[in-house]
C-alpha cells in the first residue's frame, strides 16, 4: 500500500509467483477502477500511450516516443 501524490491510497497486487506489479487500485476519486501497467503485457502491437504524465519522475534512460500528448 502507499499513497499517491493526491493524497489518496494506492493498493498494489503482486504477481505470488514473480513478485511482478499486476494491478493496483486507488482509492477516491478511482474507486472501482483497478489500473494494469501496460508493462504487464507481452504484446508488442499493444497500443501506445494517448499521453504521459510525471515524466520528470522519469529515469534518464527511458524516453517517450510516438504520438503522445505530454502532461507535466
Request: aromatic share 12%.
Amino acid at each position: 500500500m502507499g499513497v499517491a501524490d493526491s493524497g489518496n491510497r494506492i493498493t498494489f497486487h503482486f504477481c505470488p509467483d514473480c513478485g511482478s506489479d499486476v494491478h493496483y487500485t486507488i482509492d477516491g476519486k478511482f474507486d472501482g477502477l483497478v489500473a494494469i501497467p501496460v508493462g504487464a503485457f507481452a504484446d508488442p502491437e499493444f497500443p501506445h500511450p494517448r499521453f504521459s504524465v510525471w515524466e520528470e519522475r522519469k529515469h534518464a534512460w527511458v524516453e517517450i516516443l510516438g504520438p503522445v500528448e505530454h502532461l507535466n
